[in-house]
């Protein structure tokens, strides 16, 4: 199996830049995707491939990726970005498609 | 605009086989390199991808459960279906079925766009 390892929570006061990662041995060869999901609600993907952002999404939020290990980075973290985020890739061979285990975004 | 919907059972008895549906909308699923696949979250857990359905008919599905589900589509109602057999409480969560699409670069896919997800209980 392949897996996408996260740390469960992180807590940042508003304004302050919150950095969650992501760890996997794919990583190098794989892009990296950021899913934020907000309580009660459906995820929506904030970056892909490790450091693009679809339109809508603010700028504060940003991706990078170095070796095994992806960022999503929140610049200036807001009260409304208090949400789950989850990493999402594939492994080397393609056979596995892996959420991290999600971290929890405490702003307050 | 993209929507998808899920449709189903909200309670299932343990050892039943659930039926879940996908109904979408703007897309087509003869388009080539899209896809539609199902993720399941358990309450207070984390996002398990399970299975996916390629314009082509290419299916894949997740390693651990691939002996109990199957993957299905009707391109010409826009559906997608997903059987699951032998449920257990553990399998109690909620699914959602999601857009799948070769991101920019043209080698990665990912999911784009979600359903609003369907709570599956599992219990007798």
């Known amino acids: 199996s392949y897996e996408l390892t996260q740390p469960p929570s992180v807590s940042v006061s508003p304004g302050q830049t919150a950095r969650i990662t992501c760890s996997g041995d794919?990583?190098?060869?794989?892009?990296a995707y950021w899913y934020q999901q907000k309580s009660g609600q459906a995820p929506v993907v904030v970056i892909y491939e490790d450091s693009k952002r679809p339109s809508g999404i603010p700028e504060r939020f940003s991706g990078s990726s170095s070796g095994t290990m992806a960022t999503l980075t929140i610049s200036g973290a807001q009260v409304e970005d208090e949400a789950d985020y989850y990493c999402?890739?594939?492994?080397?061979?393609?056979?596995?498609?892996?959420f991290g285990g999600g971290t929890k975004l405490t702003v307050l | 605009q993209i929507t998808l919907k899920e449709s189903g059972p909200t309670l299932v008895k343990p050892t039943q086989t659930l039926t879940l549906t996908c109904t979408f909308s703007g897309f087509s699923l003869s388009t080539s390199r899209v896809g539609v696949g199902w993720i399941r979250q358990p309450p207070g857990k984390a996002l398990e991808w399970l299975a996916l359905?390629?314009?082509?008919?290419?299916?894949r599905y997740s390693p651990s459960l691939k002996s109990r589900l199957t993957i299905t589509k009707d391109t010409s109602k826009n559906q997608v279906v997903l059987t699951m057999t032998n449920m257990d409480p553990v399998d109690t969560a909620t699914y959602y079925c999601?857009?799948?699409?070769?991101?920019?670069?043209?080698?990665?896919?990912?999911?784009?766009?979600w359903g609003q997800g369907t709570l599956v209980t599992v219990s007798s």
């Open positions: 999601a857009h799948w699409t070769l991101s920019a670069a043209g080698i990665q896919y990912y999911f784009d766009y």
């Open positions: 999402f890739s594939t492994d080397s061979s393609g056979n596995y498609r892996v």
């Open positions: 794919a990583l190098p060869r794989k892009f």
């Open positions: 359905i390629y314009w082509d008919d290419d299916k």
